[in-house]
């Protein structure tokens, strides 16, 4: 759509007010805008400038800022510095100090149909197209080794030098890599190539860190990393489609920490390839960046397919919430010891109705006595119906059940110790008590 926002985060210490405050600027460009990037761009300045990459032209905006003597705050503004309109659609471009050439940055933009445009602050250098092109690929520079990376429709990530391309042949048309070169130079070829098997979603050079010299390239189903001379250093397979990640700085040193969206709703933190931690988030991430602002330290910026952008930390939920003062009171005894003499016999009383049945101090409510006769029956009382009747000794037990409150539906079970039995075990007795 073409709209440019600036936004400057920060902590909403009120219910008010809130996200509003965070917009600085918000501009209707006449393009759709398809990359950004900060850097120095302008011969005549040191200061950082905002390149904008439109579909067939690249802009360069300085935003200034003027300190506002009403409540309304400060104003920024967008002033254009230059622009290049150019001649064929473009896909990326990735920016840097070409050539070793300290104090500035140029611009690299590549095109739908595989050149090359260089771009040197308000001029346009020259143009190389990439051998054996068919779509484009994700492109970076790096600047330890001032070359350029991309992945091609070959599935293979491509390493180009810079003085490489400079000394390659003009690209003023497209030419057939089967014609004679109509103009001198060399004909442009990759210093060094990996074969990835996948198309690549990203591509990243990390620079956190001078002694770090590793490539990072996200692919389809696999996270691979390279030395700066396209030897592997490691290669993890995911088990997700990813969506995004970056490369940020860890506190071990020999390592590197990344993160890694993918579209489960998932950002997962990885010390190269052990994972470390795993948030959920409400929607797929399309890019994520690691920020600090004036005061929030660490922030994980993720942006949305449909333009939320979202500032948050990992783990658990930081707290601004500041404990107020107590203003210090003395303490009144005489309501304090009111208040525990209350208590307690709220205590006392919970204490002796806690019991729903009500028990009797002197006697037992329910009293049960069983008596043995000291001979034995005659005749006998046990009789075998399966051998005729045939009479076995026999004692005769007598249980007595006293009640001193009602009881209903009772029943009295004999257990006896074999070899010994019973001729009867289960008794239903009558109510009592009534």
């Known amino acids: ?15 008010e007010g809130g996200p509003a405050d965070a ?57 254009m510095v230059y622009e290049h309109n150019l001649k064929r659609t473009v896909c990326n471009m990735t920016y840097g100090s070409f050539g070793g050439v300290t104090g500035h940055h140029s611009l690299c933009i590549q095109s739908m149909d595989g050149m090359l445009m260089f771009l040197e602050q308000d001029s346009y250098t020259f143009g190389r197209f990439l051998p054996g092109f068919l779509l484009p690929g994700p492109l970076a520079y790096n600047q330890r080794t001032d070359s350029f990376l991309t992945v091609s429709s070959a599935r293979q990530l491509e ?27 060399k004909r442009l070829t990759p210093d060094w190539t990996f074969v990835l098997g996948e198309q690549a979603l990203d591509l990243c050079v990390p620079s956190f860190s001078t002694s770090s010299s590793s490539i990072f390239i996200l692919g389809e189903r696999n996270l691979y990393c390279l030395r700066d001379n396209g030897q592997i250093h490691f290669m993890k397979k995911l088990e997700f489609n990813p969506s995004c990640f970056l490369p940020y700085s860890s506190v071990v040193d020999g390592t590197t920490n990344l993160l ?32 600090n602002f004036p005061e929030l330290k660490g922030v994980v910026v993720s942006l949305s397919s449909d333009g939320h952008l979202l500032c948050s930390y990992m783990g658990t939920d930081p707290s601004f919430f500041s404990t107020p003062k107590v203003d210090a009171r003395e303490a009144d005894y005489e309501q304090v010891d009111a208040e525990m003499k209350k208590l307690q016999r709220f205590i006392r009383e919970a204490t002796r109705t806690q019991d729903i049945l009500t028990k009797s101090d002197a006697e037992e409510d329910l009293i049960v006595t069983a008596t043995v006769s000291s001979s034995m029956d005659s005749p006998s009382q046990a009789l075998i119906q399966d051998m005729d009747d045939l009479p ?35 008794f239903v007795l009558e109510p009592m008590g009534q």
């Open 260 to 291: 890694l969206g993918n579209h489960t709703n998932m950002l997962q933190v990885y010390q190269d390839v052990t994972l470390k931690w795993a948030a959920q988030l409400s929607f797929v991430p399309v890019a994520i960046r690691v920020a």
């Open 23 to 79: 917009l600085l600027l918000e501009v209707q460009l006449k393009n759709a805008i398809i990359q950004m990037e900060v850097g120095k761009f302008v011969s005549c300045s040191d200061l950082l400038h905002l390149a904008v990459l439109h579909p067939r032209k690249c802009s360069v905006y300085s935003v200034s800022g003027t300190a506002g003597n009403v409540e309304h705050g400060d104003q920024y503004q967008l002033k």
């Open 1 to 15: 759509m073409g709209m440019l926002r600036i936004f400057s985060p920060n902590v909403n210490k009120t219910s």
């Open 159 to 185: 390493s180009y030098k810079y003085e490489t391309l400079a000394v390659a042949a003009e690209a003023e048309s497209r030419q057939d890599a089967d014609l004679p070169l109509k103009t001198g130079g």
């Open 392 to 426: 076995v000794p026999s004692v005769t037990v007598q249980v007595k059940v006293k009640a001193r409150c009602v009881v209903q539906s009772s029943k009295l079970t004999v257990s006896i110790q074999p070899p010994l039995a019973a001729t009867q075990d289960q």
